[in-house]
C-alpha cells in the first residue's frame, strides 16, 4: 500500500485545475477521548448550523468536521475546517463561527478544555487542483490524506508521469461514482516546511480503498517496464521520503454545496 500511495500521489497534481482556487482554511486539535463525543455534539450543534446558512448564500463552498480513523500519537485528532472561493469567504466564515461560539459561552468553555491547546494548530490552504462529482446528500465521506514533502527542483518530474498515465483513471473513477473527488492543496502561508502538498482523495468509505488498490495494481501493470521502472526510481529523487505521511479519517460533519 505505501509504494502505491506514493505513486498515486503522483496521479492528482495535473488534472484540470478548479475554474477558481478554492482557499481552506483548517483548524487542528488534539481532542481528549473522554471529550471526543461531547466535541463533536456541540460543533454540530453550534458552528454547523451557521456555516449552513454561509454554504446555501453562496459565501463558502463546503465546510466539514473530520476525526482520525488511524490514530498517531501526540498527533492531532479532529479536523475541523471550511472552503470558499476567496480569502474574503474565510474571513466571513471565520468571524461567523466566532459570533456562534460568543453567543454560547458554556459550550465554548467546554470545546477550549476538552483539547490540548498547545497541540493545537492552524493552516490556510489553496487547492492548485480541485475536482468533484456528485455527493449523496447526507454523505459523511472518508478522506485519505497522502502528505509529501517535494524537493523543488523536482516538481515538475514529480508531477509529469502522474499526468499521463493516472489523472485519466482517477476522472474515469469519478465518472463512475467510485469516488467523489480529489484535490491538491498547497500552504498558502508557510506555517510549516516549505514544500508540503496534501493530496486528499474524499471517498464513500473505506471499503473504496480496496477498489482503488484493484484499479491501479492493475494499470502499473499494464504500464510498460521501462516507464514503470523509471517511475519507481524516481520517486526518492522527487520527494523527502522521511517526511512522508498517510493519512485516513472521516467526516462527523460534512456540507457541500
Known sequence: MRQKL???AVAFLLASPAAAET???????KVQFGKLNEYIATLKAVVAPALDRLVSDGVIESYGVDI????????????AWFSGPTYASLQKADETVLAALASHPQESRMLLEGADMNAHSDLLLEASTSKFGHIP?????????IYERVKPAKISDYLKYGTKYFT?????????GVVYGYQVFEQAVHTQDPGGIWIVVTVPDMATL?????????RMKAMPPDEKSIMENSTRDWTDEAAHRD???RAVAFKMK
Open 23 to 29: 482557499k481552506s482554511m483548517v483548524a487542528l486539535y
Open 210 to 218: 480496496d477498489k482503488l488498490d484493484t484499479v491501479f495494481e492493475a
Open 247 to 249: 493519512y485516513v479519517m
Open 168 to 176: 485519466p483513471v482517477y476522472d474515469q473513477l469519478i465518472k463512475d
Open 137 to 145: 446528500d447526507g454523505a459523511m465521506p472518508f478522506k485519505m490524506l
Open 68 to 79: 482520525d480513523v488511524l490514530h498517531s500519537p501526540n498527533q492531532p485528532n479532529l479536523a
Open 6 to 8: 506514493n505513486i498515486l
